[in-house]
């Protein structure tokens, strides 16, 4: 289902949900890009910051190293248009199906442009107009989630420090967060590279979600096996069946009324990014995009649906997890 463009912006996640003049707010998209043979990945975040210092920003991370680095721009550097996904920072540019660089930081210089096909958006409906489920309709909420695309195709090149990569072949995955403060601890993990399944995607997230006057762990995410998106999040009355998690590894077991997803995933590089806090960029995160994964979904009774090893995979382990194991 899509949303007709006179429908309010909430059924449109990927484009810019700030209201007129947002105190406290942060609103940022994710780009990744692994080329064909895998040796190059790097994810690009576009963004804004609207806090006691307001500004716009770009972040880079290279997976292979974890070398990262944070742009800024002025705030009035930072336009985009209303009813479709285009945001520019800069001379830089990002659409639902490009992005376009012509940035010089300090450590990365990436010049050119990307090109996405076969994009899949998260699939829509009107009770649950993205990955958030109904949780999207709730006014109160810290941040807020959106999955752009799950999967593409990339053609194009891009000049990172005078190197010209060529991407075409590869693949790529967009998301995106908005609101005033990212959870103060969570697990995220991501991977569309699974040997002998071109069209599988996953993606995982796992918080300690503040609601009205306490907290409760709240968890969404998807796996996409063909052209059929499994569901497994807090929404769907799905629950955890088990959780570990130590500085370099996960293991998760989700289930929901019709099947069981088992995950296992280990860190490798990691790179430093920053986070909002109250809309305003100042903490700090570890991110590594050559993480591996290995995922098994079974039916309830233990039917085999697909399994799977991941390689290039993101992952994120923030803060003290024993508050959402112990909850």
């Not at 590594?288 to 079974?298: G, K, P």
């Amino acid at each position: 289902m899509k949303f007709p463009r006179y429908f309010p912006r909430m059924f449109r996640p990927s484009v810019y949900q700030g209201r007129r003049n947002p105190k406290r707010y942060f609103e940022g998209w994710y780009y990744k890009h692994v080329d064909r043979s895998g040796a190059h990945i790097w994810s690009i975040i576009f963004g804004i910051s609207h806090s006691v210092d307001p500004h716009s920003f770009i972040q880079v991370i290279e997976g292979k190293t974890g070398e990262t680095e944070y742009i800024r721009f002025e705030k009035e550097r930072f336009t985009f248009e209303k009813d479709h996904l285009w945001v520019s920072v800069g001379k830089n540019t990002i659409t639902d199906h490009s992005v376009e660089m012509d940035l010089h930081g300090e450590k990365f210089t990436i010049t050119g442009k990307l090109h996405y096909s076969g994009t899949h958006p998260f699939p829509q409906k009107l009770l649950a107009p993205g990955i958030m489920g109904w949780y999207t309709y709730a006014p109160f909420m810290e941040c807020y989630h959106g999955v752009v695309s799950m999967n593409h195709q990339l053609e194009g090149s891009l000049n990172i420090n005078g190197k010209v990569i060529d991407f075409t072949g590869g693949k790529g995955y967009i998301e995106k967060d908005w609101g005033r403060s990212m959870p103060s601890d969570w697990i995220w993990m991501q991977c569309n590279h699974f040997e002998g399944h071109p069209e599988m995607s996953m993606m995982i997230s796992v918080a300690r979600i503040p609601w009205l006057t306490g907290f409760f762990p709240g968890f969404l995410s998807f796996v996409k096996v063909g052209s059929v998106v499994y569901r497994f999040a807090t929404y769907n009355r799905s629950s955890i069946e088990s959780l570990s998690v130590d500085e370099q590894s996960v293991n998760l077991v989700l289930k929901n009324s019709k099947h069981r997803l088992e995950v296992t995933v280990m860190r490798n590089h990691t790179g430093q990014l920053k986070a909002p806090v109250e809309g305003q960029m100042e903490r700090k995160i570890a991110e590594s995009l050559d993480a591996s994964v290995e995922i098994r979904l079974t039916t309830r009774g233990g039917d085999l649906v697909c399994d799977g090893a991941g390689r290039y995979a993101g992952l994120e382990i923030v803060g003290d997890m024993t508050q959402v194991i112990n909850q």
